[in-house]
């Protein structure tokens, strides 16, 4: 299984609404990652989890709160989200923080706030 | 900070090769890699650089100059297939962990 697996596929929620965006793989990475992406951009790095923590926040609002249970789900949950959030949301994992290991992506969620 | 320029356009004919540029600013580098994506699809990984010189990997080569911070990816036998947007990607140091930045995208356009 080489997949990363992100649910749900669209998303429109109001400014009011809380709502969270879901994360899987099973190949056994011990890094994962959430970019955000806006149309006709290159994908903007969020958050990694390294072996389940927190590693890095790229000073990302409150109202994006990431969460990793376990090695191999990772949740974006969202609440009080503006219009300008509204853009493709992609989880990715690697098999570490290493050198070289490359990313892979899942298809991501296109999230529209209203 | 990090900064990674790219051409935000490219078109070339099919069967063609052409050659997409990127330059980088960044501290504790420790490699490049080029990224695919299809409009509405994921970015999916094409090649990594860690040292200078090419990596050839099928069609799709790539390669790295430390020294003048700068790699391109070279893409031969151009298929309509092609078409899509590549991004170079700089792992680097921030705070002690590594982390991926991605690069302004070029749009590639294959014509007949």
């Known amino acids: 299984d080489t997949e990363v697996t992100q649910t749900p596929k669209h998303l429109v929620m109001g400014m009011t609404n809380k709502k969270s965006l879901k994360c899987e793989q099973h190949m056994g990475h011990r890094a994962m990652y959430w970019y955000k992406q806006k149309a006709k951009k290159p994908p903007e790095l969020m958050f990694v989890?390294?072996?389940?923590?927190?590693?890095i926040n790229e000073s990302v609002p409150s109202r994006f709160s990431p969460e990793c249970p376990n090695s191999s789900l990772l949740n974006l949950h969202l609440h009080a989200l503006q219009p300008e959030d509204s853009a493709l949301y992609l989880c990715?994992?690697?098999?570490?923080?290493?050198?070289?290991?490359?990313?892979?992506f899942g298809s991501g969620t296109q999230l529209s706030v209203l | 900070g990090q900064s990674l320029e790219q051409p935000s356009e490219v078109t070339a004919v099919e069967g063609a090769i052409v050659q997409i540029n990127c330059t980088y600013q960044t501290s504790g580098f420790y490699g490049l890699s080029w990224y695919q994506q299809h409009d509405g699809g994921a970015p999916t990984f094409l090649s990594y650089n860690a040292l200078d010189g090419l990596e050839e990997t099928g069609r799709f080569s790539s390669f790295l100059s430390r020294s003048d911070s700068y790699g391109y990816l070279l893409l031969q036998e151009l298929q309509m297939k092609d078409s899509a947007s590549y991004f170079c990607a700089v792992r680097d140091l921030t705070g002690g962990y590594q982390k991926v930045t991605f690069g302004t995208g070029t749009k590639l356009q294959v014509i007949p």
């Open positions: 990715a994992s690697s098999l570490g923080q290493g050198t070289n290991e490359k990313l892979f």
């Open positions: 989890y390294s072996y389940e923590k927190l590693s």
